[in-house]
Structure formats: structure tokens, C-alpha cells
């Protein structure tokens, strides 16, 4: 009998191209049968991930790019390998590619492929595969999103940021951003405009819709204002109203987790109504922000006519 190779030998990165294990000798029929012994998964026509190995985007990722190696991780899924944050990213929301050749035609399910130029600096690797820069995913954002998911992404990349349970530093600057639009004239004209509306320091995605939210009804307080109690301790409020005398924090998705976290957080802003500047604090959810909206608008529209008289 033919001694054949070890399909977990001719793997990479946990996937196996059929093609690969039928050059290296492995018969159709052979391997279609120790694929389904094995607990091989398929992925997608032409290529498994190896047994208990989950089909997560970086391995789906990899088989497209294996079956097709001129392709570039781009857009939405090349945000998710640099842990840059989007709006409400979904499971079922297709794997995103470039293709620099612009002689892309196949069809794959759940597979989107955009045929636009790259210069070599647009090009990094992650994870062993090939995908578009920061800088390059954030102006592909910023071309092809709406406004407030494409400021959420460029407010998530350019500063520090607790992302799937690991803290990730700022991946760029403004500066580059707004050089590399520039340097394009496609789509560029509106996405540089939208680089006015970035805060850098914004904490979170919800942080960054209640800003965009302010503004769009014409108010527009102080973003990550530093105080100090009478006591001296330092508190930093996601907005201020220095007029009005009006603090408004934005509290993410995440609930406390434990006790001590949740006294902490009463103490904090315990705290924050001791500085002299705040005489009124509002606190919204994410939810708040991002399904009614409309509803904390009409609450600051309030408190600040209160305050004000």
C-alpha cells in the first residue's frame, strides 16, 4: 500500500486545500473518505478546516485566501483582524477582499471582493495572512461606510482601546488618515470631511454615536474633560457642558461584573458631582444611545433649559 502524507502535514494554518492533498498523491475517492473519518469541516468548495478547529473568520479568511492568493483581507474584515471596532459587526456579514489585479470573477458564498488598485505600503500581514493596512482599511471605511459607522471605526483605531478582551494601542494617526485620503481622489471628497467629526479620545462606540448624535441637534459640549474634587481626585467625564454646568457619561454594553466594580462606579460618579463645574449628571446606556436616541436628546435638551434659567 502507498504510503501517503498525513492531511494534517499538508495543512495551512489548520485549512487543506483539496488540491494540495490530490497533488500530493492522496486518490479522490481516498480522500473524501479519510476527510469524513477524520472530522475534517468543510469550509467552503475546496477547502476544511482541520478536526476541532472552529470555522471562525480568521480560518475562513485563510481558506479564501489560499484558494485565491492574489486576494487581500480589506474593509470590515481586515478592522476585525486589527481589532478595530465597528458598529453591530455580524456572524453573517460576508468576508471582505481586495483584489489588486481588478481580474477577480469567481463566486463564493458569503464572499465579497472589491476590485481596487493597492500600492505595496497598503499591504501588512496578521495572523499569517495578507490584509490592508490600518491606515488602508481605515480610508476603505471611510469610502464605502455610512458616517457614523465609519467614525466609530476611525475613533476605535486611533486610540487605546479594550477590544474582545485585549488592550490594543492606537494602530495610527489623524495626520496619516486625512494624507492618505488626500492622496486618492476616489470617494475621498466626503470621507475627508468626516474626519472633523473624530475624537480620538472617545472611550467606546457608543462614546462616539451620543457625540454624533449631540451634534447632529446642534449641541456640542467638551468631550473627556478632566476635573478635580474639592478633594483633589481626578475624574474624567465623557461630556461636560461647562456653561450649564451639565455632565453626561455614556455607560458601555458591559454590566458590572462583580461587586466591587459596582462600588467603584457608584463612588466614581459619587465623585464626579462633587467637582465644582458639574451640577447636574445625566447617565445614558449604550442602548439608550444607539435605540433611543431621540429620547436622550429631549433629556439634555431639559436639563440643560433647567439649568440655564
Same mark, same amino acid.
Given at each position: 500500500?502507498?504510503?501517503?502524507?498525513?492531511?494534517?502535514?499538508?495543512?495551512?494554518?489548520?485549512?487543506?486545500?483539496? +488540491?494540495?492533498?490530490?497533488? %500530493?498523491?492522496?486518490?479522490?475517492? $481516498?480522500?473524501?473518505?479519510?476527510?469524513?473519518?477524520?472530522?475534517?469541516?468543510?469550509?467552503? *468548495?475546496?477547502?476544511?478546516?482541520?478536526?476541532?478547529?472552529?470555522?471562525?473568520?480568521?480560518?475562513?479568511?485563510?481558506?479564501?485566501? =489560499?484558494?485565491?492568493?492574489?486576494?487581500?483581507?480589506?474593509?470590515?474584515?481586515?478592522?476585525?483582524?486589527?481589532?478595530?471596532?465597528? =458598529?453591530?459587526?455580524?456572524?453573517?456579514?460576508?468576508?471582505?477582499?481586495?483584489?489588486?489585479?481588478? %481580474?477577480?470573477?469567481?463566486?463564493?458564498?458569503?464572499?465579497?471582493?472589491? @476590485?481596487?488598485?493597492?500600492?505595496?505600503?497598503? &499591504? *501588512?500581514?496578521?495572523?499569517?495572512? #495578507?490584509?490592508?493596512?490600518?491606515?488602508?482599511?481605515?480610508?476603505?471605511?471611510?469610502?464605502?461606510?455610512?458616517?457614523?459607522?465609519?467614525?466609530?471605526?476611525?475613533?476605535?483605531?486611533?486610540?487605546? #482601546?479594550?477590544?474582545?478582551?485585549?488592550?490594543?494601542?492606537?494602530?495610527?494617526?489623524?495626520?496619516?488618515?486625512?494624507?492618505?485620503? %488626500?492622496?486618492?481622489?476616489?470617494?475621498? *471628497? @466626503?470621507?475627508?470631511?468626516?474626519?472633523?467629526? +473624530?475624537?480620538? #479620545?472617545?472611550? %467606546?462606540?457608543?462614546?462616539?454615536?451620543?457625540?454624533?448624535?449631540?451634534?447632529?441637534?446642534?449641541?456640542?459640549?467638551? $468631550?473627556? &474633560?478632566?476635573?478635580?474634587?474639592?478633594?483633589?481626585?481626578?475624574?474624567?467625564?465623557? !461630556?461636560? !457642558?461647562?456653561?450649564?454646568?451639565?455632565? &453626561?457619561?455614556?455607560?458601555?454594553?458591559?454590566?458590572?461584573?462583580?461587586?466591587?466594580?459596582?462600588?467603584?462606579?457608584?463612588?466614581?460618579?459619587?465623585?464626579?458631582?462633587? +467637582?465644582?463645574?458639574?451640577?447636574?449628571?445625566?447617565? !445614558?446606556?449604550?442602548?439608550?444611545?444607539?435605540?433611543? $436616541?431621540?429620547?436622550?436628546?429631549?433629556?439634555?435638551? *431639559?436639563?440643560?433649559?433647567?439649568?440655564?434659567?
Amino acid at each position: 500500500m502507498e504510503e501517503r502524507t498525513a492531511l494534517r502535514e499538508l495543512a495551512q494554518g489548520g485549512v487543506l486545500l483539496t +488540491c494540495r492533498a490530490l497533488e %500530493s498523491g492522496w486518490p479522490r475517492r $481516498s480522500l473524501t473518505r479519510a476527510l469524513r473519518a477524520e472530522g475534517w469541516g468543510r469550509l467552503q *468548495a475546496g477547502a476544511w478546516a482541520e478536526p476541532g478547529r472552529a470555522p471562525d473568520p480568521p480560518t475562513r479568511l485563510r481558506a479564501v485566501q =489560499l484558494l485565491n492568493q492574489r486576494l487581500v483581507v480589506s474593509h470590515s474584515s481586515a478592522a476585525a483582524l486589527w481589532r478595530i471596532e465597528t =458598529l453591530a459587526p455580524s456572524a453573517k456579514a460576508p468576508l471582505e477582499f481586495i483584489d489588486p489585479a481588478l %481580474s477577480f470573477r469567481g463566486k463564493a458564498k458569503g464572499v465579497r471582493v472589491h @476590485r481596487i488598485l493597492l500600492d505595496p505600503g497598503d &499591504v *501588512a500581514t496578521r495572523y499569517g495572512l #495578507r490584509v490592508t493596512s490600518p491606515v488602508r482599511t481605515l480610508t476603505d471605511l471611510l469610502r464605502s461606510l455610512p458616517r457614523d459607522e465609519a467614525v466609530v471605526a476611525l475613533d476605535s483605531a486611533l486610540t487605546y #482601546r479594550r477590544v474582545a478582551g485585549a488592550r490594543r494601542a492606537p494602530l495610527t494617526g489623524l495626520d496619516a488618515v486625512g494624507a492618505a485620503l %488626500s492622496a486618492s481622489s476616489q470617494g475621498s *471628497a @466626503r470621507a475627508l470631511r468626516w474626519l472633523g467629526l +473624530c475624537d480620538p #479620545r472617545a472611550g %467606546s462606540p457608543a462614546e462616539t454615536v451620543a457625540r454624533l448624535r449631540m451634534a447632529d441637534s446642534g449641541l456640542r459640549p467638551e $468631550s473627556q &474633560v478632566e476635573l478635580f474634587t474639592p478633594a483633589g481626585r481626578r475624574a474624567v467625564l465623557d !461630556f461636560l !457642558f461647562r456653561r450649564e454646568g451639565l455632565a &453626561v457619561e455614556i455607560e458601555g454594553y458591559a454590566y458590572h461584573g462583580t461587586r466591587e466594580a459596582h462600588r467603584k462606579d457608584v463612588s466614581r460618579f459619587n465623585q464626579v458631582l462633587q +467637582c465644582t463645574e458639574v451640577r447636574n449628571l445625566l447617565r !445614558f446606556t449604550a442602548q439608550d444611545v444607539f435605540r433611543e $436616541s431621540d429620547r436622550m436628546i429631549r433629556e439634555i435638551r *431639559a436639563a440643560l433649559v433647567v439649568l440655564g434659567r
